[in-house]
C-alpha cells in the first residue's frame, strides 16, 4: 500500500512533497520507486534516517513487526506519524511513538487505486495536511473515532470482490463482441 501512496503523490500535477524518503526494509520496491521517481524519491539507510528528515511519517509495516520496528525509532513532539497498520491499535501506535502527540497520530485505510488518484482513504482523526493529501489521490473519508474506522474497514474489504465483477462483466461483454473501451 505504501508503494500506491507514493506513486500516486508522484504522479500529481504538483507533488506535495519536496522529496518522499522511503525505508530501505522493503528494498527491491523502494528502489524501484526511487528509479521510477528520481526526481522525489530517495531510500535512506535506516528507518531513523527516514523520521529524522520528515515531518509526516508513514508506517506501513507487516502487523507482527509493528510495535518492535516503532519502538525502535526516536520520534519529536513535531512529527505527525500516519499508519497503515490496521491491526495494530491507536493506543498502542501513540504510546510506540511517544511523544508525538495523540492528535497527530493517524491511522488511514487506502485503498489501492489511490496509485491512479481514484481511490477512496479512510482516515481518523481528521488531520488537516493529511486529509489534503489524500484528497488529491481519491476521496479522503474522515471518521470520528477508531471504533467506526473498524466498521468503515470491513466496507474496504469488499473492494476487491467488486472490481473483480467488474473485470468479468467486461471480459463479458469483450467476447461477446463488444469493444474494450465501451464495455469498460
Known sequence: MSGAIVRGMCTLAEVPAASIVLSPRGAAKSA????????????AATNQEVVDSSDIVFIGVLPKQAEE?????????????VSLIATMPMAKVCEACAPVPAAQVLRVIPLPPVAK???AT???????????LFDQLGPCVPVESEAV???????TCLMGQFYAQ????QQWLEQ?????EAAS
Open 122 to 132: 479512510v482516515m481518523t482523526p481528521a488531520h488537516p495536511v493529511v486529509t489534503s
Open 149 to 155: 474506522m473498524k466498521k468503515m474497514m470491513v466496507v
Open 32 to 43: 524501484e520507486l526511487a528509479k521510477d521517481f528520481p526526481s522525489y524519491v530517495t531510500v
Open 117 to 119: 488518484h481514484s481511490g
Open 166 to 169: 467488474q473485470r468479468a462483466t
Open 69 to 81: 520496528v516503532i519502538r525502535a525509532l526516536s520520534f519529536t513532539a513535531q512529527h505527525t506519524v
Open 176 to 180: 461477446k463482441g463488444i469493444g474494450s
